[in-house]
């Protein structure tokens, strides 16, 4: 699809992307410019994984052999 109709379609033509799933390629004087696809996926919410960290105090300090988890 050359650039000046993109411009001039560009609504309509990213609910089509949405509703078909098919990509469009958009031309300058016949040349691929850009792709438009459809979106992939969710994005994570910020904070998701905040319970999943551990956060020490000191990180410098060695901690001493009865701090490690070693199986024997």
């Known amino acids: 699809m050359p650039v000046t109709d993109f411009k001039a379609h560009a609504l309509k ?22 792709e438009i696809v459809p979106f992939a996926g969710k994005r994570t919410a910020p904070g998701r994984l905040a319970d999943a960290l551990v956060f020490e105090d000191d990180i410098v300090s ?3 052999e009865a701090e490690w988890n070693v199986c024997r």
């Open 13 to 34: 033509v990213l609910g089509e992307v949405a509703e078909t799933r098919e990509p469009v390629v958009v031309t300058k004087r016949g040349k691929p410019l850009a």
């Open 62 to 64: 060695p901690i001493g």
